[in-house]
């Protein structure tokens, strides 16, 4: 099994060092302003974010006012909607009559491209962090709520008959039955939620009011014609969202190997 992963992991490794390549040579060949090739990038990428001092983790300015602030947004609503997401789909996915009321409802909600409520969220909330954060959450509550709804209905009856012969209380049933029962599908939604928040985070960012973040250093490099550093944040996103998703692969992992185990 070993081998195995390390011959996945070196031949992952071949295609992008392939791809790589192949995306500088093309870039040197074409010569073109709007497409600078990677080497260049990545001097560009250096020079903004990871020049600096070691007492700053070789973190420039730039990076510790912009991509932090990312990264900080991020954490606090992902955090938010998954907490959300998984507290209000138990409740609804619970209970049978609240299920079948609500659930055209949540389908309809679900359905709304999140950047088409820009405009409510501002007038809510107002330019700033506090819209940012809502319109995060918002955005990401829907795959999580759906999917640990639909968790919740799949439970097995004699899993909760079993618990009700055993006299378990409500805390005790839904902490040793319903949500280790619904947690592979809730999983799976909180799965989708993470490369969205990187997503809408982005996009927030690209918004009126906004004062930092890579979004905003993004429209900066775009206003001020340094496609190096536009380019540069673009393959930052992609570094993070591979990065976030690895991690949280291994964290599921870890959580579910009962479940794995068990198939």
Not at 38 to 55: E, K, N, Q, Y
Not at 78 to 95: K, T
Not at 187 to 192: E, P, Q
Request: net charge positive; with cysteine.
């Amino acid at each position: 099994m070993r081998t195995r992963r390390m011959r996945a992991a070196a031949f992952r490794t071949l295609v992008l060092v392939v791809l790589v390549l192949a995306w500088e040579a093309a870039a040197r060949a074409a010569g073109n302003t709007f497409f600078p090739p990677p080497s260049t990038i990545v001097v560009r990428m250096h020079a903004m974010w990871f020049s600096g001092p070691p007492s700053t983790l070789f973190l420039t300015e730039d990076a510790i006012a912009n991509i932090l602030p990312s990264l900080g947004r991020m954490a606090v609503s992902f955090a938010g909607g998954a907490f959300a997401g998984v507290v209000l789909g138990l409740a609804v996915g619970l209970s049978a009559r609240v299920y079948d009321y609500l659930d055209g409802v949540l389908q309809f909600l679900r359905a709304i491209p999140p950047p088409a409520l820009v405009t409510v969220f501002l007038v809510v909330f107002g330019f700033g962090l506090r819209m940012q954060l809502a319109f995060i959450m918002f955005s990401i509550l829907w795959p999580v709520l759906l999917n640990t709804a639909d968790g919740a209905r799949s439970i097995e009856p004699l899993h909760l008959q079993t618990s009700q012969v055993f006299r378990l209380s409500r805390t005790e049933r839904l902490l040793r039955v319903i949500v280790p029962s619904a947690l592979p599908k809730m999983c799976a939604g909180l799965r989708l939620a993470v490369p969205l928040t990187l997503i809408v985070m982005v996009f927030s960012e690209l918004l009126p009011g906004t004062v930092n973040g890579i979004g905003f250093q993004l429209t900066v490099a775009y206003q001020s014609f340094d496609l190096p550093a536009m380019w540069g944040g673009i393959v930052l996103l992609g570094v993070l969202g591979y990065v976030l998703n690895e991690l949280y692969l291994i964290a599921e992992r870890r959580l579910l190997a009962w479940h794995q185990a068990a198939h």
